[in-house]
């Protein structure tokens, strides 16, 4: 079965410092898998994935296979990136999996 | 392009109603898929279609039909309204499947009493 956690609701972090939302998952084979952004009032819509191995507003992710974590970070957040996040997970078959979501807040 | 549209963006039924939520897209994608987005569980999906005439079942596909006759659209159906769908619904496309980047639309916001 493929599952995705994402152990926080809501990280509220102050402009400026890091940020690092946390996603784990379960999975026996080989995953691909993404995190989406949804700001307010816009549509769902993808940030990275692990394959890309890129740097989008700053955001990098990497995929630990050995702790079967896909954790997006950031070494300094902004404003603009209170939002919330997505991590989700396609592994065999035709299906797109999501976690919970993390509500991102950062404070000026 | 209008990308992936939904109609409509709200609606609320009574227990037993039964509607149809629409969603085209006009990307020419061959995947197409219905979440429900809850508090406290994120997206969950519901159907999904990889091309014409081929549908098949998310996580949560009780009380939801679908059907695909064209690349196009990908109506969701509820077919006797409960409570427990009250939700928000959103449509995805993509060109091939789940391992491409989904298009998002806007939503359905959905309230059964």
């Known amino acids: 079965a493929q599952r995705v956690t994402q152990p926080e609701k809501l990280l509220s972090v102050f402009k400026g410092a890091p940020v690092e939302l946390k996603c784990n998952y379960s999975?026996?084979?080989?995953?691909?898998l993404f995190w989406y952004v949804q700001y307010s009032r816009q549509r769902l819509q993808l940030l990275l994935r692990?394959?890309s191995r890129e740097s989008i507003k700053g955001f990098t992710a990497d995929l630990n296979k050995g702790e079967t974590s896909f954790h997006l970070k950031k070494p300094f957040a902004q404003e603009e990136d209170s939002a919330m996040y997505y991590c989700?997970?396609?592994?065999?078959?035709?299906?797109?999996?999501f976690g919970a979501g993390t509500i991102l807040r950062v404070k000026s | 392009n209008a990308g992936v549209t939904q109609t409509p963006k709200f609606q609320v039924l009574k227990t037993g109603q039964s509607m149809t939520l629409q969603c085209a897209q006009d990307?020419?994608?061959?995947?197409m898929s219905w979440y429900r987005q809850d508090p406290g569980m994120g997206l969950r999906l519901i159907h999904y279609?990889?091309?014409?005439?081929?549908?098949d079942q998310g996580e949560v596909p009780n009380g939801y039909n679908v059907s695909r006759s064209t690349t196009e659209d990908f109506p969701l159906r509820l077919l006797s309204a409960a409570p427990s769908q009250t939700s928000v619904y959103f449509c995805?496309?993509?060109?091939?499947?789940?391992?491409?980047?989904?298009?998002f639309g806007p939503g359905t916001r959905l309230t059964v009493l």
């Open positions: 990307m020419n994608h061959e995947y």
């Open positions: 279609s990889v091309g014409a005439g081929i549908t």
């Open positions: 989700a997970l396609s592994g065999k078959g035709n299906k797109l999996v």
């Open positions: 692990h394959i």
């Open positions: 999975y026996s084979g080989s995953p691909e």
């Open positions: 995805a496309s993509s060109f091939s499947g789940p391992r491409n980047e989904q298009f």
